[in-house]
């Protein structure tokens, strides 16, 4: 008998592979290497080639268009990636990850530690599932290990058989798992032109058929104030209290346009963190939009508010640093409609809806398709992703399987 999805998948969260933000190195941690060499020699036993796990964590391995060379010749199948990330967000807790399985009927799930997973809309739409669930210490990881197992499973598939509705023939494919997508470093060292695929697909979402063509454009400003410190005793007319210029900035922000009031396509502006003292204080603040002109108008905003704090506290000095992140998936796949369409149609021969939906945030898709290599996303039957409720649906992780299967049909006009 193959290993299933959820075999894997068990396996796989046990294994911890938090990134941490801050640190130079890639991978940041050295669970990562772990969970990758792991995988590697996963995909050399199961047949794949070309097996390789470089210095920064990447495995890459391929599928091979296993027709003769003259059929090969005569027809040639674009090359499609399978892509999915080795860490798990540095949010919560990635460690002794302890796996629950429930048959779901319906309600809220009371966790052993006391915390519950409301039913939600993807929870209800998951009566009748097999669940995994965590202990409610710890996150669960299926943000990406359900994406994993969900690839490694159809390469398993593909590559062995066994299973009914296998595609045969199918072009290349090429895999990669990539380390420290959570902390937004996934592509950074994602070699597209070795890699040598013509599109990909990462596997990184959530519930069936939620796809994704459109990610958040993405800036950061660093803004720092610089005070005037002295003994308080003696400050009068003199000092310059940069943590209170920094928090008046801080209480002006547009409340209408915090992430914690937003939601769809509307953009915001997020104080992530604040420090400081008397003589120097510092925010970190990301700003997010699906078009230019919004991302104009969140600049304008916090440019006009500095404008304004800068006035009304005469002595301090401000410097703000913009710098851009990563820019929305969908300019780069607006040349490439098969890309979507065939997405769109595997996802509906695995029984469920293709609904496109924005996604709030950024994915190493958003990255690499400005890279060159254009990648949307797709769902892999999890949910609560980065909490200690996270959950997956193992029926619904099969439902990504067989859609990567479907599209290697496609892929090969089957
Ligand atoms: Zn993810």
Redesign the pocket.
Known sequence: MPETALDRFLRYVRIETTSKDGVERVPSTPGQLEFGALLANELRAMGAEDVFQDEHGYVTATIPDRRPAAERAARPIPVMGWI??LDT?PDTSGKNVNPKLIDYKGGPIRLESGAEIPESEGLHSCIGDLLVVTDGTTLLGA??KS?VAAIMTAADRLLNGGVEGVPYPHGKIRIAFTPD??VGRGADFFDVKKFGADFAYTV?GELPGEINKETFSAEQLRLAVTGVDIHPGTAKGVMVNASRALAGFAAELPADRAPESTEGRQPYIHLCSMTGDVASAEAHIILRAFTDAEMDENRQILDELIERRKEATPGSVWSAEYKKQYPNMAEGLKGHPEILTRLEEAVRRAGAEPVWKPIRGG?DGSRLTEMGLPTPNLFTGGNN?HAVTEWLSVNKMEIAVQTLLNLASLVADL
Do not use: K, R
């Open positions: 999915a990330h967000a943000d990406d994406g997508e959570e990184d994915t992703f």
